[in-house]
């Protein structure tokens, strides 16, 4: 089962930011989480990840709450292109230091004009 | 373009066929993996290799065989599919090196079995 919880769908209009939540109450101290989206029936698209530290990258910010049991990821400027299923996953440690990505439904944002 | 493609995009076959989805990755990674996903249900991870060696079998039917020749190649042989195995097949690599791999992932093939 997936170690997150996303609410289902958001709206965001064009060129606002999208603040997308999740919930991970039970990470461990060294699993990572990730963020990725899904543009209909694409390849999902990796965008950030991050342990305990705020982290930022050309795409998204991703903001980690100091207990770890939470995050948001941030869409500074969000376009129409950034409409997509959103998914924040908790890494957890596979066979021969293999990660497994745990996905769950994910968010799904539409960003209107 | 992420630098993992897949081949075919898209794939019709009967219940008696037997194809091959073939994947590959450009990036140097040393680990290859197949992901399932069913209409309206969440990615499921399927098989993991690992420097050639499969790490990972997620309780997967053994209609679905895959095959690692090399770090950069990547097939799933299917046979004796059945139409509930139509889905998004996805491939992904990544470079092992720590705890935070990060997994690239192909277009995908999309899968009908009839």
């Known amino acids: 089962d997936a170690k997150t919880t996303q609410p289902p769908s958001m709206d965001c209009a064009e060129g606002r930011a999208a603040n997308l939540p999740c919930n991970h109450s039970t990470i461990s101290g060294n699993e990572y989480v990730y963020w990725y989206r899904q543009i209909h029936s694409q390849g999902p698209q990796y965008i950030i990840h991050?342990?305990?530290n705020n982290e930022t990258n050309e795409m998204a910010s991703l903001i980690i709450t100091e207990d770890r049991k939470s995050s948001t990821l941030i869409l500074p400027h969000a376009t129409l292109r950034d409409t997509a299923v959103y998914y924040c996953i908790v890494r957890v440690q596979g066979s021969s230091n293999t990660g497994k990505l745990i996905f769950g439904q994910g968010t799904t944002l539409q960003v209107k004009p | 373009e992420t630098g993992v493609t897949q081949t075919p995009r898209h794939l019709v076959m009967g219940m008696t066929n037997k194809k091959s989805l073939k994947c590959e990755q450009h990036?140097?990674?040393?680990?290859m993996y197949w992901y399932k996903q069913s209409a309206k249900k969440p990615l499921e991870l399927m098989f993991v290799y690992n420097f050639k060696e499969q790490t990972e079998n997620n309780s997967v039917p053994s209609r679905f065989s895959p095959e690692c020749p090399n770090s950069s190649h990547l097939f799933l042989h299917l046979h004796t599919l059945q139409p509930e195995d139509s889905a998004l097949y996805l491939c992904a690599s990544s470079l092992l090196l720590d705890s935070q791999e990060t997994q690239y992932f192909g277009p995908g093939t999309r899968l009908l079995v009839l």
């Open positions: 990036l140097g990674h040393n680990a």
């Open positions: 991050g342990l305990k």
